[in-house]
């Protein structure tokens, strides 16, 4: 058993935010569209504004490209959405191949509702070796209405 009071500084091997890398690790962003007031730019370094957004309603995709592979421990996502109720789906997959071929790590739907639920926040903890894609694909409606995908933050370690 592991017991920890809380507000006690985490255990060895458990990363702070701290850790998160910077765009500067990534060798390429791909995006299927763009805002130019919310680049994707604004999503991936700390403080620099409301996050991604795309340019246009339905399906996006972000892909990162990491030169050389990368070993992936975590992923956080931040979601935010004040003023439309609908349900988002996202999903998390990497290659290890340029891209030929992906493996699923997560595919999640969230009810976001401006009289409550707003934001959805996920880390997921991983543990892959020789990432050199990772692909996030963001269906802002399923229901197929007009909603624009936004991502407030994303960060892998």
Do not use: C
Not at 116 to 142: K, Q, Y
């Amino acid at each position: 058993m592991r017991k920890r009071v809380i507000g006690e500084t985490p255990p060895a091997g458990v990363s702070e935010a701290t850790d998160w890398l910077g765009p500067e690790h990534v060798a390429e962003v791909e995006v299927s569209s763009e805002d130019p007031a919310q680049p994707i730019e604004s999503a991936l370094v700390d403080d620099q504004g409301p996050g991604w957004r795309a340019a246009s309603s339905g399906r996006q995709t972000i892909r990162l490209r990491f030169e050389p592979a990368r070993r992936l421990e975590r992923v956080r996502l931040v979601f935010v959405e004040t003023g439309v109720a609908r349900t988002q789906e996202y999903l998390l997959r990497w290659s290890s191949d340029g891209g030929r071929s992906y493996r699923e790590i997560v595919r999640q739907q969230w009810n976001f509702n401006p009289q409550g639920s707003t934001s959805e926040t996920e880390t997921h903890r991983l543990d892959l070796a020789a990432v050199d894609v990772l692909e996030l694909i963001i269906t802002p409606d399923i229901a197929g209405g007009g909603a624009v995908a936004s991502l407030a933050q994303l960060r892998v370690a």
